[in-house]
């Protein structure tokens, strides 16, 4: 039996991954996916090509790992909880996930890119990010329901509303505009989802 | 000097292009844009396929024409006046324009799935249908400031709020759930951006 030249080759060493896909996120967070590059991603990690390849064998497959690798928001398994519901979707907007918002909005921008390009980043970045939290503002939403702070009749409202951040963010991205804004995403809060409930 | 093949070929016939364009809108209202051929074109409208490549050399380059035939929305040269912000927001939903909001919001859901595969066609929805609909809802809404049936003090909030139905229903589409129904659009309207504007 032959042995063939790949399975010579030392094992792939797993501890750099975290690295490496770290590194991804800070290209994302950089530039468009188009420019985004796998040669970059070497120079920056001090790997040959081949050894990237051999694990991923195209942007794609980095990304994807890159963004599974990340996870979900962690606000989806533990709520924040600051007394009121403002504070408690500015926390979310604040959130230390993924380096902070700068690094984070930045990010987000750069997959949005990504996922005009390729229908399989557009659905992790769906199931694993946008749905993520349209599920915490949902949860953050009938919780102040709940605690009086949003009447009980507009309870109908919170679905469409839980909704209304990630779809603007999306929108933003995709028109071409940068990375979501702070004073974006507080705009959002306050003149669309607080107002619409009657939240003062 | 030689007369090349194709410059012997009888003058294209413009005449059937409405026909034609209207065809493709018809198949992206009732399918994914993967799944509209020009073989079904051609078919429908009883041309050869040779006729429509000769016109549209690819599937992208007739769905922008269609888009592009289409038009803008006509209440961008015209807005509603129906003596309140609601009706007039209910009348730009209720539009005749490309058939009615059955055959209308269908084409949308086509062009969005085709939007995902092309860049061009992403930018072309953008600008002629995405963007007009912001300006109409912006427009419609300070008009209602305007006449005092939303308060002066929410003036602020109107840019923001007048992209939320076409970012919602973009998002309603990215998705995967479907054209958008005339209930959701309503929801919209009464629990997001009038809510929002404290209009009754």
Redesign the interface.
């Given at each position: 039996m032959e042995i063939s030249p790949r399975r010579t080759g030392r094992p792939y060493d797993h501890s750099s991954d975290d690295r490496i896909l770290a590194v991804t996120l800070d290209l994302l967070a950089e530039r468009d996916y188009e420019r985004v590059t796998l040669d970059e991603v070497a120079a920056r990690t001090g790997k040959a090509k081949t050894t990237l390849y051999r694990r991923w064998p195209t942007k794609e497959d980095l990304v994807l790992a890159a963004v599974r690798a990340a996870g979900r928001p962690p606000e989806a398994e533990r709520l924040p909880d600051l007394g009121s519901v403002r504070a408690d979707l500015l926390a979310v907007l604040d959130s230390p996930w993924l380096g902070g918002p700068d690094r984070r909005l930045a990010i987000f921008a750069g997959l949005s890119s990504a996922t005009?390009g390729s229908?399989r980043l557009?659905e992790v970045v769906?199931s694993e990010v946008t749905e993520p939290y349209v599920e915490v503002y949902r949860r953050l939403l009938l919780r102040a329901v709940d605690r009086g702070e949003i009447a009980a009749r507009?309870v109908?409202?919170v679905p469409?509303?839980a909704?209304?951040i990630?779809?603007?963010s999306?929108?933003h991205l995709?028109?071409g505009r940068g990375p979501v804004r702070r004073d974006?995403f507080v705009?959002?809060v306050d003149?669309?989802v607080l107002?619409?409930?009657?939240v003062r």
């Amino acid at each position: 039996m032959e042995i063939s030249p790949r399975r010579t080759g030392r094992p792939y060493d797993h501890s750099s991954d975290d690295r490496i896909l770290a590194v991804t996120l800070d290209l994302l967070a950089e530039r468009d996916y188009e420019r985004v590059t796998l040669d970059e991603v070497a120079a920056r990690t001090g790997k040959a090509k081949t050894t990237l390849y051999r694990r991923w064998p195209t942007k794609e497959d980095l990304v994807l790992a890159a963004v599974r690798a990340a996870g979900r928001p962690p606000e989806a398994e533990r709520l924040p909880d600051l007394g009121s519901v403002r504070a408690d979707l500015l926390a979310v907007l604040d959130s230390p996930w993924l380096g902070g918002p700068d690094r984070r909005l930045a990010i987000f921008a750069g997959l949005s890119s990504a996922t005009r390009g390729s229908e399989r980043l557009a659905e992790v970045v769906r199931s694993e990010v946008t749905e993520p939290y349209v599920e915490v503002y949902r949860r953050l939403l009938l919780r102040a329901v709940d605690r009086g702070e949003i009447a009980a009749r507009l309870v109908a409202s919170v679905p469409v509303l839980a909704e209304v951040i990630p779809a603007m963010s999306t929108h933003h991205l995709a028109a071409g505009r940068g990375p979501v804004r702070r004073d974006f995403f507080v705009s959002l809060v306050d003149d669309v989802v607080l107002a619409a409930l009657q939240v003062r």
